[in-house]
């Protein structure tokens, strides 16, 4: 095999073939060099690398795939807080299954759309900000216009109705068939009816947008909540017996915030987050992982941890109502999980979309002839563009940080339990005589 290098621009989503229980694995390929020995496998370089999305592989699985990929054997990922992934490599064990891979990346990379909204997940800090008000904003997003997702998962179709407009405008320049005459139509219909095309789409793109903006507040009040009850337990539970049950709680407290997100998107492995990051002990774990409804679980832990103490009354109804919010918010977020926008209001607006498209060329054929071809293309990018963001942010917790979210809620939890001790230590924080 020749040396070489395979360039990968885009991020790709690749299923390899083995057991059931393999699973998906996200691969963001920068660079691919082969080597000139046969024997040599190829060697991966990646300058990103940002998401996993799949279960953890077996022992079977994994065996399994080196039977038909070429012994996978050395392949490791590890999901840091940080969502980033770091593989130790892939060993192939024949020419033949290192251009088989090389392929099936080469054709994954050309579908772009949904595997990386993963990585593309941002809290924003002033220097984001700052970037994002740039008056050279407008440049820069037209230069990374060729990296876009919306616009890649919108080249298909947009291609296709393209092309019917180039057969009517050659069809039209050529006069293929006189007796018929020429391919076009008024365009009073069109003036007519895109006001109402108009309305559909900015209805479609608020009610994603509403969506999205609720499960924001949802996950920020979750974290508020959580900072609330964290702050509200170390101050509380003074007794000394109440030592082991504190540390209970605020584990499951930041356990919590995982749960959710794990319930809502499956993109990581809980059982590792909740041993490496939460630091959970393994009874606790494996109760959690175990439940059919991991977050009622731990909210009914918490219960019980709340109820178990030498806590009043008073104290006990206190973080009860604030278990009470993190249940409503959970309810929230999992009602705009199951419940989309109505389907058939989606389809309606794909079909007209698609439907005008097709016949707008025949419109404007009088007036723009040649034109014809990239007005539609400009047409149809832009109405699909905006329809595609629409159905993006439908379902938005693909893409909120909820990661990043979960690690702030764990890393303020500590902070009050740290900040709670040093004011035990200071005797101008301590109860006077």
């Known amino acids: 095999m020749a040396a070489g290098r395979l360039l990968l621009l885009n991020p790709v989503l690749l299923r390899p073939p083995g057991p059931p229980g393999l699973g998906l694995i996200s691969f963001r390929i920068t660079a691919t060099n082969y080597t000139s020995s046969s024997s040599a496998p190829p060697i991966i370089t990646s300058y990103s690398f940002n998401t996993i999305i799949g279960r953890k592989l077996g022992a079977s699985a994994r065996a399994g795939a080196g039977d038909l990929q070429g012994k996978m054997s050395n392949y490791d990922v590890k999901v840091a807080s940080s969502m980033r992934s770091n593989y130790k490599g892939i060993k192939a064990g024949a020419e033949a299954q290192q251009q088989?891979?090389?392929?099936?990346?080469?054709?994954?990379?050309?579908?772009?759309?949904?595997?990386?909204?993963?990585?593309?997940?941002?809290?924003?800090?002033?220097?984001?900000?700052?970037?994002?008000?740039?008056?050279?904003?407008?440049?820069?997003?037209?230069?990374?216009?060729?990296?876009?997702?919306?616009?890649?998962?919108?080249?298909?179709?947009?291609?296709?109705?393209?092309?019917?407009?180039?057969?009517?405008?050659?069809?039209?320049?050529?006069?293929?068939?006189?007796?018929?005459?020429?391919?076009?139509?008024?365009?009073?219909?069109?003036?007519?009816?895109?006001?109402?095309?108009?309305?559909?789409?900015?209805?479609?793109?608020?009610?994603?947008?509403?969506?999205?903006?609720?499960?924001?507040?949802?996950?920020?009040?979750?974290?508020?909540?959580?900072?609330?009850m964290a702050r509200q337990a170390v101050t509380f539970f003074r007794h000394p017996a109440d030592a082991a049950l504190l540390q209970h709680l605020l584990h499951h407290l930041v356990a919590f915030a995982y749960c959710v997100k794990d319930h809502l998107t499956r993109e990581d492995d809980l059982q590792k987050e909740l041993s490496e990051i939460v630091q959970m002990e393994e009874a606790d774990l494996m109760a959690i992982i175990n439940s059919p409804h991991r977050p009622n679980y731990v909210l009914q832990a918490m219960t019980h941890i709340i109820h178990s103490s030498h806590l009043s009354d008073m104290q006990k109804a206190v973080l009860d109502s604030n278990l009470v919010s993190l249940q409503d918010n959970m309810s929230g977020c999992e009602r705009i999980f199951t419940t989309p926008i109505p389907v058939s209001y989606t389809r309606l607006t794909s079909r007209i979309l698609v439907i005008w498209h097709v016949l707008l060329p025949l419109a404007l054929w009088d007036q723009c002839h040649w034109v014809t071809i990239p007005a539609t293309f400009l047409s149809a990018a832009a109405l699909f563009c905006i329809e595609e963001v629409g159905v993006l942010i439908e379902e938005p917790f693909s893409i909120l940080p909820l990661a990043t979210i979960s690690n702030t809620i764990r890393s303020n939890v500590q902070t009050i339990l740290n900040q709670h001790k040093e004011f035990g230590e200071k005797s101008r924080f301590r109860k006077s005589d």
Request: charge should be positive; include cysteine.
């Open 100 to 228: 088989q891979w090389a392929q099936v990346a080469c054709m994954a990379a050309a579908t772009a759309k949904e595997d990386d909204m993963v990585y593309r997940k941002t809290i924003y800090d002033h220097g984001d900000w700052s970037r994002h008000r740039s008056n050279r904003r407008h440049s820069r997003h037209m230069l990374a216009i060729a990296t876009s997702r919306v616009v890649a998962g919108l080249l298909p179709p947009v291609l296709k109705l393209t092309l019917v407009a180039s057969a009517v405008a050659l069809y039209n320049l050529l006069n293929i068939m006189p007796s018929l005459g020429l391919l076009h139509v008024s365009s009073l219909p069109f003036q007519l009816a895109a006001p109402a095309l108009a309305l559909l789409l900015v209805f479609r793109t608020n009610a994603s947008y509403g969506r999205f903006d609720e499960a924001r507040k949802a996950w920020a009040s979750i974290a508020s909540r959580s900072r609330d």
